[in-house]
């Protein structure tokens, strides 16, 4: 008997963080991890953090206590929920008969699970005459009617005031129906929390059925979603009511999930293209920016190409033709000395690359992965650089000085920890770059545009700062001395 009764696992009652609706009764499991995996699951999110109804943050499984609610984020902060809020989303009221439209609403109470028998209540303040009202029922039992008179305070207080005529009993204030001026049916819980049936929705995707809410449906203004959900939009639904989208809803998940969190979740089995073309579809304006850098990245080639490969597309192709190497794998490649002008190297992967004394002026390396990358002696005049990924690399007597006006563009770009001696920088625009713990002695900044930039920690023993433009740069714990030239 009490191996028995210890096998029987504590059940708690979550919620998605900052509602009270939608909530699911969920088994403990032994792992904190697989109870990550069933919320997410169950609530249709990626549940990634747990609180309490205090707010409370728990992340272990030993802290939950049984039918204890809780509330599931996908790594925001927890969402407070006024106490005046009820379980079903809405305000709690401590008296039905006071809300609704004018006049007052007849009440419908109904036993539990039952659609007829009600008792039809006016209530006092209404129009009618008479405070309270008379109603007949019949009892399946027999074929005699018993006058019973139930006021409107009997109602929530007596729970056995009439027999509705379905299985005897009382009435189940669970299962009180407003009937309002406008035709809508609000369910009352016994709590007094009035539950809102227009705002949840149920959506068929493909044969899956999603349910969520019509504010999260149309979060995005000028998506098609937000429009199929307008008042002037005639969509179509199945005979269950729930609105067809004839779209795959293995694609659909992380459309609804980013629209629910803000955050973009993409299932490992789920192709990036896939998505954006979804997002695409929809309209989802926010995810779009996001999920193209996304196809960008992964459709990079995979293959490293070598030295001898690159020097055949070089022999191969005319010398005043725009190469386009966008996207290509050389980490770790020999290249050094090899004339690689106005080629577009965007997001290329030069990582730990040998680039030294390279001729790379007026070359594309928009956000390049230069990182470890050796550029000694390295030509970079007129080029851009823009967002690259420079962290760790050498660029000893590198130059990037101005020529005819052509300005090599590095706005941006991470210098962090990189060896930078005797590079020539005169004129480049540096701005907003990060060079925190770089070496910059004997550096040549003559004109160059260093505004908003992190300069913290470097070392700028002989460096050439005349007429640099070092406004709001952060120079904490930097390094000069006397053979330093100052901007002025």
């Not at 992340?59 to 927890?78: N, P, R």
């Not at 210098?415 to 040549?444: D, M, P, T, Y």
């Not at 070092?470 to 001395?481: M, P, S, T």
Request: net charge neutral; aromatic share 6%.
């Amino acid at each position: 008997m009490l191996s028995s009764m210890t096998d029987i696992r504590k059940r708690v009652t979550v919620f998605q963080n900052g509602k009270r609706v939608g909530g699911k009764a969920i088994s403990l499991p032994k792992k904190w991890s697989e109870f990550l995996k069933i919320v997410s699951k169950k609530l249709n999110i990626p549940a990634s953090r747990i609180y309490n109804e205090d707010g409370g943050e728990i992340d272990e499984i030993e802290s939950i206590v049984a039918k204890e609610i809780l509330y599931a984020s996908c790594g925001e902060h927890f969402i407070h929920i006024p106490k005046d809020i009820g379980y079903f989303g809405q305000p709690t009221i401590p008296n039905p008969y006071l809300i609704g439209p004018s006049p007052p609403p007849n009440i419908f109470p109904f036993h539990n699970g039952g659609g007829s028998g009600g008792i039809d209540i006016v209530p006092s303040g209404s129009s009618s005459t008479n405070s309270t009202t008379t109603t007949t029922t019949t009892t399946s039992s027999s074929s005699s009617s018993s006058n019973t008179t139930t006021s409107p305070n009997n109602l929530l207080t007596s729970p056995s005031i009439v027999n509705t005529g379905v299985g005897g009993g009382g009435v189940n204030h669970n299962m009180i129906q407003l009937l309002g001026g406008n035709g809508c049916i609000t369910g009352l819980s016994s709590c007094g929390a009035i539950i809102n049936n227009n705002e949840w929705i149920s959506l068929n995707v493909g044969g899956r059925i999603f349910s969520t809410t019509r504010s999260t449906i149309i979060r995005d203004k000028d998506s098609m979603l937000a429009k199929m959900f307008s008042e002037s939009w005639d969509s179509a639904k199945d005979i269950n009511g729930a609105y067809l989208i004839d779209r795959s809803p293995d694609y659909f998940t992380p459309i609804l999930n980013y629209l629910r969190c803000g955050t973009i979740v993409i299932d490992e089995s789920l192709n990036v293209e896939g998505v954006y073309q979804e997002a695409r579809f929809f309209n989802i304006t926010g995810m779009l920016d996001k999920l193209a850098s996304l196809v960008e990245r992964k459709s990079r080639s995979t293959d490293v190409f070598t030295r001898k490969d690159v020097i055949s597309i070089l022999l191969t192709s005319s010398s005043n033709s725009s190469l386009r190497c966008q996207g290509l794998n050389l980490a770790g490649v020999d290249l050094s000395k090899l004339d690689l002008r106005n080629i577009n190297f965007k997001m290329t992967n030069f990582k730990e690359t040998n680039l030294s004394k390279c001729n790379l002026d007026n070359a594309l390396l928009q956000e390049a992965d230069l990182s470890g990358a050796n550029l000694t002696g390295a030509s970079l005049r007129g080029s851009n650089l823009t967002g690259a990924n420079l962290e760790d690399c050498i660029l000893k007597g590198a130059n990037f000085e101005d020529r005819g006006g052509q300005r090599a563009t590095l706005e941006n770009v991470n210098f962090k920890n990189a060896s930078l001696e005797e590079a020539n920088f005169s004129g480049a625009n540096l701005r907003v770059c990060n060079f925190k713990s770089a070496n910059l002695e004997n550096c040549n900044f003559r004109g160059a545009d260093l505004a908003g930039a992190n300069l913290e920690k470097c070392n700028f023993r002989g460096a050439n700062l005349h007429k640099a433009n070092l406004i709001g740069v952060n120079l904490k714990g930097a390094n000069f001395d006397i053979r330093t030239v100052s901007s002025r």
